[in-house]
């Protein structure tokens, strides 16, 4: 929830967004290679980072985020329900990472978004100049 008032703050440093739940689409939308998928398959950290180098391009941003995961059945061996992989996209790079929630499908979902919000957390607090327990100069 963004209250009504606030909203404007938001909007202005958010540039858009996808849901994608078919393979064709992040290829023709965010240009992940078929190749990639076929190897790799769609829930992993080499075609999550991809689709987030993808939005990037897409939306002409500084940073951009995207998640895949397996939130219910069916699943395989390789890839149980609770697979996820989040992934950072910026200009010189992009890294991911990946857990396995036990939990229900709403409840991955929402572990998911927090854990890619976390990442995005990270990086940015990596890129602060100046230290946060340093006393403010005088």
Same mark, same amino acid.
């Given at each position: 929830?963004?209250?009504? /008032?606030?909203?404007?703050?938001?909007?202005?440093?958010?540039?858009? %967004? #996808?849901?994608?739940?078919?393979?064709?689409?992040?290829?023709?939308?965010? %240009?992940?290679?078929?190749?990639?998928?076929?190897?790799?398959?769609?829930?992993?950290?080499?075609?999550?980072?991809?689709?987030?180098? %993808?939005? #990037?391009?897409? /939306?002409?941003?500084?940073?951009?985020?995207?998640?895949? %995961?397996?939130?219910?059945?069916?699943?395989?061996?390789?890839?149980?329900?609770?697979?996820?992989?989040?992934? #950072?996209?910026?200009?010189?790079?992009?890294?991911?990472?990946?857990?396995?929630?036990?939990?229900?499908?709403?409840?991955?979902?929402?572990?998911?978004?927090?854990?890619?919000?976390?990442? #995005?957390?990270?990086?940015?607090?990596?890129?602060?100049?100046?230290?946060?327990?340093?006393?403010?100069?005088?």
């Amino acid at each position: 929830f963004i209250p009504l /008032f606030a909203a404007h703050l938001y909007l202005t440093n958010f540039r858009g %967004g #996808l849901v994608i739940s078919d393979n064709e689409v992040a290829v023709s939308q965010l %240009g992940v290679p078929e190749t990639l998928i076929e190897q790799h398959g769609m829930i992993s950290a080499e075609v999550v980072e991809r689709m987030a180098r %993808g939005a #990037l391009t897409r /939306f002409d941003t500084d940073l951009a985020l995207a998640t895949v %995961g397996l939130a219910r059945p069916p699943e395989t061996e390789e890839k149980p329900v609770g697979l996820v992989y989040v992934a #950072l996209a910026w200009k010189k790079g992009a890294r991911s990472k990946s857990y396995n929630w036990l939990a229900s499908p709403a409840e991955i979902q929402s572990r998911t978004a927090k854990m890619a919000l976390n990442l #995005l957390r990270h990086h940015l607090r990596s890129l602060d100049p100046k230290p946060r327990d340093d006393p403010a100069p005088a």
